[in-house]
Each structure stands twice: as C-alpha cells, then as structure tokens.
Nanobody
Framework: QVQLVESGGTSVQAGGSLRLSCAASGYTYSSYCMGWFRQAPGKERERVATLLTGSGATYLADSVKGRFTISRDNAKNTLYLQMNSLKPEDTAVYYC???????????????WGQGTQVTVSA
C-alpha cells in the first residue's frame, strides 16, 4: 500500500523560504510520477510541480517557476519542494501525490498525502 507523509508546512512572511518533504513508501513500480499540488480556500486543487522518477523529468507551474524547485532523494525515497521568494498567494494546503502517470488533473491521481498547511503573510 502506497503511503505518503508530508511535513514542513508552517507560517512564513512574504519573501521567505520553506522546504516541504514527502516520505513515500509502498510504490512497486520502477518509474512513477510524484508531485505537489495545492489547494487554497475556495479554489480547486492545482498542480504545482511533478517529477518522473525514472527519467528525472520535472514540471513546474508557471506561477512558481523561478521560485520553487522539486527534487527527490532516492536513498530516502523522499520528495521535496523547495519554495523560495514566497508570496501571499502561495498560501494553501500542499499535498504530495503519486501516480503511474504525470496527469495534469488532480482527479486522475491515485495516491495522496494528508496535506500540510503553508501560510504566507504579507
């Protein structure tokens, strides 16, 4: 059974940095997609970043390009999201997800963590 456990969310001032972590276990495929999504109050869950474990190919949403970085520690089976130059509009619950394919729509992803709150104050 796939389990994803996020950590690292907290409150930070605008311009600050945070690193989210997602410890993954139970995935049996040699290559799969891991990603970060976020959901702000009253908004739909949106894709932030994805990483395909086999090739290392990454995707970053336009809204976070140049500020966020997605990476993975294979030895620890942990996914990271380094967030720099944070803005108030980055405030959301951030979710780690895993799936066989890197779909853009959150509804097509099978495995989710419990979410971690990131709050950016002006």
């Amino acid at each position: 059974q796939v389990q994803l456990v996020e950590s690292g969310g907290t409150s930070v001032q605008a311009g600050g940095s945070l690193r989210l972590s997602c410890a993954a276990s139970g995935y049996t495929y040699s290559s799969y997609c891991m990603g970060w999504f976020r959901q702000a109050p009253g908004k739909e869950r949106e894709r932030v970043a994805t990483l395909l474990t086999g090739s290392g190919a990454t995707y970053l949403a336009d809204s976070v390009k140049g500020r966020f970085t997605i990476s993975r520690d294979n030895a620890k089976n942990t996914l990271y999201l380094q967030m720099n130059s944070l803005k108030p509009e980055d405030t959301a619950v951030y979710y780690c997800a895993a799936n066989r394919v890197c779909y853009s729509s959150y509804s097509l992803w099978n495995y989710w963590g419990q979410g971690t709150q990131v709050t950016v104050s002006a």
